[in-house]
């Protein structure tokens, strides 16, 4: 490559050659074992799932599509098989304080066989402890009691009756109670009638006399609780004597089972002390006979089912049927799904919640694993990330709700006893989250200690294009796709190169290369062909464009109907094309538009009037600002710049930003100044610095494209092309169409590495170097500027001089009308 002389058809795109390769269809190839151009990542992803300390979680970053998802899946699987399953998890239920469960952590697989055996307890509780208490034993040691009791009650009655006899009394029982009589002396009670004929002293013995056995009736009713209660607490006894047999029968085997498991024998033994303790409700209201009958069926059987509900066991993470680690990735990680949650039921009206219905978080699930997250997902719903930060920061998984976390309730609600936390996060996200994360939150830094950085590209050498190859492959095996020719593989491999926009560098964002690899499957399935050719491929990239560039097309068809004013041929003096890119999405094109400068004399101020309107970006004003410093010092260095310039993209509404412009501008300056018209047949892109050096910028494929689309609609007459900065060369993959057009002397695209270049091929005129004296050469370009600005700078200085000597004359005039005045003034007051 020469600067300043056209490119050749060979540079313009790097052909992978299919003949190098030795293999027919992707079939007679092997699978490609690992991933390319990715070794940082997967040694940071190796280092960071290997590791074992605190806030050694790994944050992928890089662009959607470059792997990142199954490369960190497949390092953490590995690792996971090497690791032994977690624990199992439960909630049970804490007699003490039924708001607070315990958590008890069990080896894996004995969770779900303690919570099957729990399960069998409460199932088996009611029956067998309802066969004790109507065995003839129980019944029969329960009846002693009762008739204790009761033979108790009627001596003391009997007693009461035989002295009431002996004061002429009877005891009656009444609906009002007990109550005395006087008897006749037959023995009959006396009538309320045959009462009142009696005389009154007889009537006051009688009352002194019931007085008399009314206190001693009510010293032994007195004693009637008493004995009750003692009646009640002996039956008591009895229930729990028969009741502790049989749970010990019950509970004995379960206690084998778990002899080695403190947390468990301690919780069984509370189920004993408790079950004992609630017979009534869980035998559905009767329990033995003791607390009477409850006055609603319904509610007795409500809690008798909440009885039972106490010794069950909340299996919330079960590690019977894992083997090795988990590995958790979280499609919807918002606060509750990662944290937990206690749900509620409705009972009788209200809302209710116990231990039971505590449901794990993604965190209880990957516990002692792996859990792999997006974090643009996480960052988007509401207290996750805080949610999963304070989890990591205390090592502990901590249920309960945002409001709660936030201190903005005071509601009365379960408070499940935390469970230690051991988990690799891997999150996944783009660059700028991170970089975002890492500037703005302080907690970041110490949690996510070990960045896996993807790159987007990686060398294309001999060994690159060889592995890309096998990776090609490997994805039409895995997706079932057809084989691909190995000139459908050199064309992929050449659309790749593209994808990067960079003909020594192939895209690692595989995702795109499986779109189009399925694409090209497609239309070979169209074609009922049996292989994937370069044809389907190229088809598949053609099709790509077309659903893409209808936005490009209906641009292109506004210059072509005049609307938009873009010439490509002729010369104008302060006019020129400049090239720009648009991105809509994933789709980016080239849009060429005019750039118009125009010069007055004035005070060395250039004006860019995107930046005056604030339709310019900071990118933008800064390239104006170093376009006006290289003006000055290269024509002005040594004399003030007396003009004033205006720059402006002409017909642009949206706004514009980026430097690559800023060489263009500054060659419609130049012609401005000069008055020396540029070639409308070439566009022109790079960025300048102040030494007139022309600098990279992107997207030259797409801005060469979209300058070489609009002349072939208008017709291709030779003279038409591009100059593009020299730096820019290597990364030129151009669509066969400009290629063969540059190829057939149709079109030219020009390297340029400085001003001076551009100069002389969009003016013809030589630029010219200053000699000895510091002199431009008569007849060159520079000449011709350097000229115009002096004599705009002498022209100034005229004008300057000639307004201070009219303000001179102007001084003296005055100053000798004063003086007359003053004259004047003196002889009148002689």
């Known amino acids: 490559m020469e600067p300043g002389k056209p490119l050749k058809s060979d540079e313009l795109v790097h052909r992978c050659n299919p003949d190098q390769f030795s293999f027919d269809t992707t079939d007679d190839l ?149 109550v005395f009589a006087p008897l006749k002396e037959d023995g009959s009670v006396l009538e309320p009638e045959e009462y009142e004929k009696l005389d009154e002293e007889k009537k006051k013995h009688l009352q002194s006399e019931v007085e008399v056995m009314q206190e001693r009736l009510q010293k032994v009713l007195y004693q009637v609780p008493r004995w009750e209660r003692e009646f009640r607490q002996r039956l008591r006894d009895l229930n729990r004597e028969v009741a502790s047999f049989v749970l010990k029968d019950l509970l004995n085997d379960i206690r084998t089972s778990y002899a080695k498991m403190p947390a468990v024998i301690e919780h069984l033994d509370h189920v004993q002390a408790d079950v004992l303790d609630n017979l009534q409700f869980i035998l559905g209201g009767s329990g033995g006979g003791q607390g009477g009958d409850e006055p609603n069926a319904v509610l007795q059987s409500v809690r008798a089912g909440a009885a039972t509900r106490r010794y069950q066991v909340n299996l919330l993470v079960d590690s019977s049927a894992r083997e090795g680690a988990p590995v958790i990735y979280a499609s919807n990680p918002s606060y509750l799904n990662l944290i937990g949650r206690v749900e509620q039921m409705a009972q009788m009206g209200a809302l209710i919640t116990d231990f039971t219905l505590i449901k794990p978080g993604l965190l209880h699930e990957a516990n002692g694993g792996y859990l792999i997250l997006d974090a643009i997902k996480v960052l988007s ?322 801005k060469i494209e979209g300058f070489f689309e609009l002349c072939q609609a208008r017709g291709l007459t030779g003279d038409q092309g591009v100059l593009i900065p020299a730096a820019n060369v290597k990364h030129l993959m151009l669509r066969q169409d400009v290629v063969d057009a540059v190829e057939a002397g149709r079109f030219v695209i020009y390297p340029v590495a400085t001003i001076e270049e551009g100069i002389e091929l969009l003016t013809g005129m030589p630029a010219g170097e200053r000699d000895e004296e510091g002199r431009y050469p008569e007849g060159s370009f520079n000449r011709r500027v350097e000229d115009k600005l002096t004599e705009m700078m002498e022209k100034r200085i005229a004008l300057d001089r000639k307004s201070r000597g009219e303000d001179r004359d102007e001084d003296q005039n005055q100053n000798d009308d004063e003086g007359q005045a003053e004259d004047e003034k003196a002889d009148v007051n002689e």
Not at 34 to 40: K, L, N, V
Not at 160 to 178: D, P, S, V, Y
Request: with cysteine; charged share 25%; aromatic share 8%.
């Open 30 to 178: 092997p699978d490609l074992d690992g991933f390319i151009g990715q070794e940082r990542a997967i040694e940071a992803i190796r280092f960071g799932v290997r590791i074992d300390r605190p806030g050694y979680n790994i944050f992928a970053l890089g662009p959607t599509g470059a792997g990142k998802n199954t490369l960190v899946h497949r390092y953490a699987r590995a690792r996971a098989t090497e690791e032994p399953p977690p624990d199992d998890w439960c909630y049970v239920n804490n007699f003490d304080q039924t708001s607070k469960p315990r958590a008890l952590r069990l080896p894996a697989g004995k969770g779900k066989q303690f919570s099957q055996d729990m399960k069998r307890l409460v199932e088996e509780l009611q029956t067998t402890l309802s066969s004790a208490f109507e065995s003839e034993e129980y019944q029969a040691r329960r009846q002693a009691l009762e008739a204790e009791f009761q033979e108790r009650q009627q001596e003391s009655l009997k007693d009461i009756q035989e002295q009431a006899k002996e004061r002429g009394l009877a005891l009656l029982r009444t609906a009002g109670g007990l």
């Open 381 to 702: 719903s509401p207290y996750a990330w805080e949610g999963l930060k304070r989890a990591l920061q205390f090592g502990e998984i901590r249920i309960e709700s945002p409001y709660e976390m936030l201190s903005l309730t005071s509601t009365v609600s379960l408070e499940p006893e935390p469970i230690p936390l051991n988990v690799k996060i891997i999150m996944m996200g783009e660059r700028r989250l991170y970089y975002l994360l890492a500037a703005y939150d302080p907690d970041f830094a110490e949690l996510f200690k070990v960045a896996a950085d993807f790159d987007d590209e990686f060398v294309w050498d001999e060994d690159s294009q060889q592995l890309y190859a096998q990776l090609i492959s490997a994805i039409a095996r895995r997706e079932q796709l057809k084989p691909f020719e190995r000139a459908a593989v050199a064309r992929i491999i050449e659309q790749s190169a593209r994808l990067v926009n960079d003909s020594e560098r192939l895209t690692a964002r595989i995702q795109n290369v499986v779109d189009l690899m399925e694409e090209a499957d497609y239309l070979a399935d169209e074609d009922d062909a049996q292989t994937v050719s370069i044809q389907h491929v190229q088809q598949a990239i053609d099709a790509q464009l077309y659903r893409n560039n209808r936005v490009s097309q209906r641009m292109q068809e506004e210059v072509l109907r005049e609307t938009i004013l873009i010439d490509t041929e002729g010369e104008q003096v302060g006019q020129i094309n400049g090239l720009a890119v648009l991105q809509l999405g994933a789709y980016a094109f080239g849009k060429p538009s005019r750039i118009t400068a125009t010069v007055r004399m004035g005070k060395g101020e250039v004006v860019d009037i995107e930046r005056e309107v604030d339709m310019s970006g900071p990118i933008h004003s800064k390239g104006v600002l170093i376009l006006s410093s290289l003006l000055r010092a290269r024509y002005a260095y040594d004399r003030p710049l007396s003009l004033s310039a205006s720059l402006v993209f002409e017909q642009s509404y949206g706004g514009v930003d980026g430097d690559s412009a800023s060489s263009t501008e500054l060659y419609a300056l130049l012609s401005a100044i000069a008055q020396v018209p540029i070639k409308q047949s070439l566009a022109v892109t790079g960025s300048v610095n102040q030494l007139g050096q022309i600098q990279a910028i992107g997207g030259v494929n797409e």
